[in-house]
């Protein structure tokens, strides 16, 4: 490592951590892979060793070029060329359903076509040709082939037997289990190429066994009108499902439809770019805003401003509210042209989920910078102003899931793999150590199960498999892990519930947990300080005595506390001292403290009886929040309700009537729905979408 100064950990695999070096003899950038070969299985081993022997014969300028490799603290090294412009996979999710022009497409097509072949000179098999492996320069033009894992380098028989490579991108052939040689590599190209023209994969389904029939029947969506009937019948040959139809490389690139990309390749070699003159745009009618407005529709929420939306100027995808922490009114975040789909907050951190899987995070700028937090001393308060950055690293791995402790987040992807990083105290990451970590990183002792998903409290963390397994981790302070101890854990272990319930979700609070049943049951454990957890046995509206009243809990419980117990609970949430549930009807109740309101209601302020919350009986709630000492409460028609403990903006509203519910007014201008919302401490975060308006019968 003498030659390479580490910069960033840029990616994590399979097969180990991939490293962004310097290489200091020529100060150039460059890729290192560290592969813990002792950690790893024969197979794995071969797979690492065989990607060293792939990368040595080949030598094209749209294939990722090999250095060297070498043994690092019982690691192996693999130095190889850096692209730093990201995946073709990345550079189709930002183009947000805009369609490329076919210019572009076959610019990118050609150059995957020419790589490809050359492998094939080589008797080398890729299996495993996706947009994922397929990167890009700086100026994102020109492409490179990579990550040759489990290439084949073909013996005289010309065929490979073994099932590898990604399930959206296997060829026919492969799912029955026959042989298959180069035109396997040919289905995926032609895979690649229906990509970029659709933006979407040729073949998904929900599970494997519908994406193999969906395969093997050849089905999928045509392509868009406005691409040439050339292109179409082009990608229609190379996914034949008869192998034997499917042209061979050189016959593709002697299609009239590459020719001129082809030779584009070699003239444009070196050519500076020139600014084109700009023609002048066409005048653009007025558009007239009439004032008389006529019916409202039944479809927008009361949430939305007075006055009709702005016609002509679309919503964007997506809007991120933050309120609390000295932001009294909610403060709209910065946004990266994507559709958030869920959000999570912990003391520190802000984050949310993209529909295109990618994981989004809100920073405050360092103090006394520009737009951050005034200077001690300073007579002047600013409105905090907040950056959004994509998380770096995870080029392959789509999140669908992500939850905030305090100073660490826990994520999950796609593939029930959990990832976690921050701050290693209380052995909350779940590595088996109390190690901080500053990129995801897969929490192993639970790579034998697949995770659906994952909650965080302040210090502890629970997990449901989709066999409805649940898992804990982290401190164990008042039986809070369900394990029927308080010792802490710094790597998951399986909870006992009781036999006759199944895990559907899990929650986390400050010091205490809960388990939602697939029957719309709550078990609960940890502190049941104030009844908190609805774990006191009542069947009445009348106070427990105190045989009836549950402290604490070790192992999960169920709720006894009416009308907990009786009602279908679809939604709950626990804060520091109080918690919330939705019943199936709509209906919110409140349990615990209520020494700042918190519950909803000015009279109970003592009781441990849940307490209907009269002041949304108008509105169905569908969703509740609970932070330190306030509830939110969203409605089915977008309405957000908060109550509780004023200071410091923690309600988004005026102080005016803290203890009850009232609406909070969001700064958007068309209908729309809330999406997610997370409360943590004093903080919210809350996502909307524009609502689709439904159009009145003809």
Not at 189 to 217: D, H, T
Not at 428 to 456: R, W
Request: proline share 6%.
């Amino acid at each position: 490592m003498e030659k390479y100064e580490r910069i960033r950990v840029v990616g994590r695999g399979a097969f180990g951590i991939v490293h962004l070096c310097l290489r200091k003899a020529d100060q150039k950038l460059v890729i290192l892979k560290q592969i813990p070969v002792e950690q790893m299985s024969k197979d794995e081993r071969l797979a690492a060793q065989n990607e060293c022997q792939v990368l040595k014969l080949l030598s094209h300028p749209n294939v990722i070029e090999y250095y060297e490799n070498f043994l690092e603290d019982k690691a192996l090294m693999i130095a190889m060329e850096y692209a730093p412009g990201g995946t073709l996979a990345e550079f189709i999710h930002k183009r947000c359903n805009s369609l490329l022009d076919e210019d572009t497409i076959l610019h990118f097509f050609v150059q995957i076509l020419l790589a490809l072949h050359h492998v094939h000179t080589k008797q080398i098999l890729h299996r495993d040709l996706k947009t994922q492996n397929i990167l890009l320069d700086k100026h994102r033009m020109i492409v490179k082939i990579g990550d040759f894992g489990i290439s084949k380098i073909l013996s005289s028989k010309s065929k490979a037997y073994t099932v590898v490579g990604t399930p959206c991108y296997i060829s026919p052939e492969l799912c029955e289990g026959k042989p298959y040689n180069q035109k396997s590599d040919i289905w995926a190209l032609g895979c690649v190429l229906y990509e970029l023209a659709s933006l979407k994969r040729a073949f998904e389904a929900a599970n494997l066994p519908a994406l193999v029939l969906k395969i093997m029947s050849g089905t999928f969506a045509p392509i868009s009108d406005r691409y040439s009937p050339d292109l179409r019948q082009l990608i229609l040959s190379m996914l034949n499902l008869d192998p034997s139809k499917r042209p061979q490389l050189n016959e593709i690139m002697a299609q009239a439809i590459c020719i001129r990309p082809l030779l584009n390749l070699y003239t444009d070699v070196g050519s500076v770019k020139m600014r084109r003159p700009e023609k002048p745009l066409a005048p653009v009618p007025t558009v007239t805003h009439s004032r008389t407005g006529g019916r409202a529709s039944s479809a927008r929420p009361r949430g939305v401003r007075g006055g009709s939306a702005r016609t002509g100027i679309p919503p964007p995808l997506s809007s991120i509210y933050t309120w609390g922490s000295g932001i009294t009114t909610p403060l709209r975040l910065p946004m990266l042209n994507t559709e958030v789909v869920q959000v999570s907050a912990g003391r520190t951190q802000k984050a949310g989920v993209t529909k295109s899987g990618r994981l989004i995070l809100w920073e405050a700028p360092p103090m006394g910078a520009a737009g951050g937090p005034s200077l001690p001393g300073s007579t002047e308060q600013l409105q905090p102003q907040f950056v959004s950055r994509f998380l770096e690293g995870q080029s392959g791995v789509t999140i669908k899931h992500v939850s905030c402790g305090d100073l660490f987040t826990a994520c999950l992807t796609d593939r029930g793999i959990i990832m976690t990083f921050g701050s290693g105290s209380n052995g909350c990451l779940g590595h088996g150590n109390f190690t901080d970590v500053s990129q995801p990183k897969i929490v192993e002792a639970l790579l034998g199960y697949e995770m659906v998903q994952v909650a965080c409290g302040a210090s502890h963390v629970l997990a449901v498999s989709n066999e409805r397994e649940v898992f804990a981790w982290g401190r164990g302070d008042n039986g809070r892990l369900g394990l029927g101890t308080l010792e802490c854990h710094n790597s998951p272990q399986q909870v006992t519930v009781p036999p006759e319930h199944e895990a559907q979700r899990v929650i986390c609070g400050i010091d205490s947990s809960m388990v939602l049943t697939v029957k719309n049951q709550i078990l609960a454990c940890g502190s049941n300080r104030c009844n908190k957890l609805g774990l006191d046995r009542i069947s009445s509206a009348e106070e427990p005595s105190p045989e009836d009243q549950v402290e604490e809990a070790t192992v999960f419980m169920c709720a006894q506390s009416a009308p907990l117990n009786q009602e279908p609970i679809v939604c709950a949430d626990i804060g520091t001292a109080h918690s919330a549930a939705v019943t199936a009807s709509g209906h919110c109740y409140t349990f615990g403290s209520n020494q700042h309101g918190q519950l909803g209601t000015k009279s109970c302020r003592n009781s441990r009886v849940p307490h209907l919350v009269v002041g949304l009986q108008a509105m169905k709630v569908t969703v509740v929040a609970c932070g330190d000492a306030f509830t939110v409460a969203i409605g089915a028609d977008g309405e957000v309700c908060t109550w509780g403990k004023g200071a410091r903006g923690r309600l988004g509203r005026k102080d005016e009537e803290t203890g009850v519910p009232r609406p909070v007014q969001l700064e958007e201008t068309h209908p729309y729905l809330v999406t997610s919302v997370a409360c943590c401490h004093g903080n919210t975060l809350l996502a909307v979408k524009p609502a689709v308006e439904e159009s009145p019968p003809q």
